[in-house]
Nanobody, 119 residues
Framework: QVQLVESGGGLVQAGGSLRLSCAAS????????RKWYRQAPGQQREMVAS???????NYGDSVKGRFTISRDNAENTVYLQMNNLKPEDTAVYYC?????????????WGRGTQVTVSS
């Protein structure tokens, strides 16, 4: 059974920083594409950042220059360093892992961690 567990969320003032972690247990391949998404109340879930197994990254326009995604393949863990946080970054942040195991695709989600940025 695969589980993704996010941690590191909390309440922070605008301009502050948080570091989210997503630990994977079970059969998550190091070749997985790992992503962070977020969903604010009343909003659609949006992709925040992604990272390939080789370390190539991609970011949503609203977080470019402020957020950094990284991964530790040996620990099956992905991180999201969030700097210069803004109130509009307030959301539940979800971790995602997707890839192929043989001819079968997989797509796993964590339960999310709340990030609240006060003005």
């Amino acid at each position: 059974q695969v589980q993704l567990v996010e941690s590191g969320g909390g309440l922070v003032q605008a301009g502050g920083s948080l570091r989210l972690s997503c630990a994977a247990s079970g059969s998550i391949l190091s070749s997985s594409l790992r992503k962070w998404y977020r969903q604010a109340p009343g909003q659609q879930r949006e992709m925040v950042a992604s990272i390939t197994s080789g370390g190539s990254t991609n970011y949503g326009d609203s977080v470019k220059g402020r957020f950094t995604i990284s991964r530790d393949n040996a620990e099956n863990t992905v991180y999201l360093q969030m700097n210069n946080l803004k109130p509009e970054d307030t959301a539940v942040y979800y971790c995602n892992a997707a890839g192929w195991r043989g001819t079968n695709s997989y797509n796993y989600w964590g339960r999310g961690t709340q990030v609240t940025v006060s003005s």
